[in-house]
């Protein structure tokens, strides 16, 4: 915790002694808030001391809230510092455990920034914030690592699935672009607008089994348009010096040596994972003592651990005791 432009809080529940440590992070538009009752859950059922952070500038509360944070929102190598200096105080100042196995496990803008993350503790060779096994939800890294020996790249995807992945991210970063340049008002305008005449066209990425949870969310429009500052430095990544790394960083690690497990809602209207890679990941699995998994959750869609908790709390507690 503390009150400066990059900091933000952790929520811990579970024992400092325990065999396992486990940092959540979740994406867009979610705080701490979403993954908290499962990692109360897993912290009781597994031996586990749980920590869950949000993407820097996504915390907000009322001693700090949404508004102290930068107007321009947070570029996509701050956001990889702050998770990893997030892993961190996890590791040193809450576990007392040195042995303790660390798993990481991500969902959404939070499996891009924890891919960043933990590639980069990898290639450092840095134990402390380094995963012994990665937990993905909904989102997957678009290829293998680099140093794989059959290194899988992006298969091409179909006319109307790319037409319908970059268009709803259009919409959001222009949404930020409005809030950030122009007008909160007029972005909120643009904002509810858009999902609106959207749905109408079949150009959705959520299923009708996310609507309860969108509305939750919507409580406070300017904050979540705010929180679309991903999408509006996604582009600009796209076309900047960021492109590298949005690009060549965004993979897998060596599963020889940390596992992945990775969990889909089924009834989501667009999947945000490259088939190629999670027919990779799942071949990999059938090695022997290799502990990948790729699990699809029947009746769940982008939050599925909120949706079908028991079947998801189940398969991340099975993958982290194997």
């Known amino acids: 915790d503390g009150n400066d432009e990059t900091s933000g ?19 867009y538009p979610d705080d701490q808030g979403s993954f908290s009752a499962f990692a109360q859950e897993l912290s009781k059922e597994a031996d586990c001391l749980c920590g869950v952070a949000c993407l820097i500038g996504y915390d907000d509360y009322s001693e700090r809230p949404y508004t102290s944070y930068k107007q321009q929102g947070y570029t996509f190598d701050e956001m990889t510092l702050s998770l990893r200096a997030a892993a961190k105080a996890l590791k040193e100042d809450c576990s007392t455990n040195p042995t303790a196995q660390f798993v990481t496990i991500f969902h959404d803008w939070g499996s891009c920034i924890g891919a960043w993350y933990t590639n980069r503790a990898f290639e450092e060779k840095d134990a402390l914030v380094s995963p012994d096994k990665i937990v993905y939800f909904d989102v997957l890294p678009i290829r293998s690592h680099p140093k794989d020996v059959n290194v899988i790249m992006p ?9 319908l992945e970059v268009t709803y991210r259009i919409v959001l970063a222009k949404a930020f672009l409005i ?17 609106a005449i959207l749905p109408l066209v079949g150009v959705v990425p959520k299923s009708p089994l996310d609507d309860k949870i969108v509305q939750e969310k919507m409580a406070c429009l300017f904050r979540i348009i705010y929180m679309a500052f991903p999408y509006y430095n996604m582009f600009r990544a796209l076309v900047g010096l960021d492109r ?45 003592d290799n502990k990948c998994r790729v699990i699809p959750v029947s009746n769940a869609a982008h939050w599925l651990y909120l949706q079908q908790p028991e079947i998801c709390l189940k398969a991340v507690k099975d993958f982290i005791l194997d």
Request: aromatic fraction near 18%.
């Open 155 to 163: 298969s091409k995807k179909a006319m109307r699935h790319t037409i």
């Open 244 to 288: 590298d790394m949005f690009l060549e960083e965004f993979h897998l690690p060596l599963l020889d040596e940390t596992p992945v497990l990775y969990l889909y809602g089924k009834d989501k209207a667009l999947q945000f994972h490259d088939e190629a890679v999670v027919k990779y990941l799942e071949e990999q699995g059938k090695k022997k």
């Open 179 to 195: 809030y950030r340049f122009l007008s909160k008002y007029l972005a909120a305008f643009y904002f509810v607008a858009m999902f």
């Open 9 to 27: 809080r952790l929520f811990v529940w579970g024992n400092a002694t325990a065999a396992n440590v486990i940092l959540f992070c979740a994406g």
